[in-house]
């Protein structure tokens, strides 16, 4: 069974940086794709980054371009959000989660970790 737990979230001021990471178990590491995705109160989840583990290939939501940088370690099985310049409006949970596939353009991300709670104050 696919585990995947996200960490590193918290609070932050307008401008600040965190890095959160994406621990994960129970599945090929290396042959899917794994975005992060976030939901602000009252608004729908929105996928903001992806990496294709088995490409190297990366995509970013408009609203994080430039900001944000996904990145992997195979070794240790884990997937990480570099989040600089942030700002009020990224506050929100983040979520990571396991496609099906091994393309970010496919869709199918069917395992979710807990979630973890970023919050930007300006």
């Known amino acids: 069974e696919a585990q995947l737990v996200e960490s590193g979230g918290g609070l932050v001021q307008t401008g600040g940086s965190l890095r959160l990471s994406c621990a994960t178990s129970?599945?090929?590491?290396?042959?899917?794709?794994i975005g992060w995705f976030r939901q602000a109160p009252g608004k729908e989840r929105e996928r903001i980054s992806c990496?294709?583990?088995?490409?190297?290939?990366?995509t970013y939501a408009d609203s994080v371009k430039g900001r944000f940088t996904i990145s992997s370690d195979g070794a240790k099985k884990t997937v990480y959000l570099q989040m600089n310049n942030l700002k009020a409006e990224d506050t929100a949970v983040y979520y990571c989660?396991?496609?099906?596939?091994?393309?970010?353009?496919?869709?199918?991300?069917?395992?979710w970790g807990q979630g973890t709670q970023v919050t930007v104050s300006s």
């Open positions: 129970g599945f090929d590491f290396d042959a899917y794709a």
């Open positions: 990496i294709s583990n088995s490409e190297g290939s990366t």
């Open positions: 989660s396991a496609s099906w596939w091994s393309v970010c353009n496919k869709g199918g991300f069917g395992s």
